[in-house]
């Protein structure tokens, strides 16, 4: 059987950062990695339905939500993926740098919280999703961004 995309990337050479994980005629899928592989540092599920609920809710009302696929974290608990239709990288980079301040800026209630909005509706915390953005910003904004894997 043929190997998926992603699994013929090394992960022990992944690091913190944003990478292009396949294009697929105008379609990208972005890997946003917010952690390392195989090190240990996972996030919980908690964190990761957080920023699911904050970060596509946001995304998808952007200026650019008209070119959003999907949003949504990895099985393996190390980050999420991002599919987009017809913008340039840099453009993606920028957008996910505003998602993550609004989040992080974020006052109120999370969005979906409700048992009719989600089906895990009491497993969410804003506190929770603005720690891990803010993880994520600061690595973003520390490091040079290429879109490569290594």
């Known amino acids: 059987m043929q190997k998926i995309a992603s699994f013929t990337?090394?992960?022990?050479?992944i690091g913190v950062g944003l990478y292009i994980s396949r294009i697929d005629g105008d379609i990208t899928t972005y890997d946003m990695r917010t952690r390392r592989p195989n090190m240990g540092d996972y996030m919980d599920n908690l964190t990761m339905?957080?920023?699911?609920?904050?970060?596509?809710?946001?995304?998808?009302?952007s200026e650019m939500s008209d070119k959003i696929i999907y949003f949504g974290p990895m099985g393996c608990?190390?980050?999420?993926?991002?599919?987009?239709?017809?913008?340039?990288?840099?453009?993606?980079?920028?957008?996910?740098?505003?998602?993550?301040?609004?989040i992080i800026s974020h006052k109120g209630e999370i969005f979906g919280n409700k048992r009719e909005e989600c089906g895990n509706y009491r497993?969410?915390?804003?506190?929770?999703?603005?720690i891990e953005c803010q993880r994520y910003l600061d690595a973003l904004n520390s490091t040079e961004v290429t879109f490569k894997y290594e």
Do not use: C
């Not at 990337?9 to 050479?13: C, E, L, P, S, T």
């Not at 497993?123 to 603005?130: G, I, T």
């Open 9 to 13: 990337v090394n992960h022990d050479n």
């Open 49 to 61: 339905h957080s920023v699911e609920h904050m970060f596509a809710t946001y995304v998808r009302n």
């Open 77 to 102: 608990q190390t980050g999420f993926y991002l599919l987009v239709r017809d913008l340039e990288p840099a453009d993606v980079l920028t957008l996910i740098k505003e998602t993550l301040i609004k």
């Open 123 to 130: 497993n969410l915390n804003l506190e929770s999703a603005q």
